[in-house]
């Protein structure tokens, strides 16, 4: 856990209601612990099934990125 990282859990957790290994009632997400991604320079990050990366999150951040998948909006 890099960088204030528990900020991010924390906000994810009571954004999303649940926890780790846990998956929210739609089952559109499921919040996974990672060690090691190879990017410690830009923690804390998150990857949306393992095909997108997140890097240098903040709660702000982790807002707009739930909101562009709920709109459907992936990064290309």
Do not use: W
């Not at 990282?5 to 926890?19: K, T, W």
């Amino acid at each position: 856990m890099l960088r204030d990282s528990a900020e991010i859990v924390e906000h994810l957790e009571q954004r999303l209601g649940i926890g780790f290994n846990e998956t929210t009632a739609d089952g559109r997400f499921t919040l996974k612990e990672g060690e090691c991604m190879g990017c410690c320079g830009g923690a804390p990050l998150f990857h949306i099934n393992n095909t997108e990366m997140h890097e240098y999150l903040t709660t702000e951040k982790v807002d707009q990125i739930l909101e562009n998948l709920d709109k459907g909006v992936l990064r290309k």
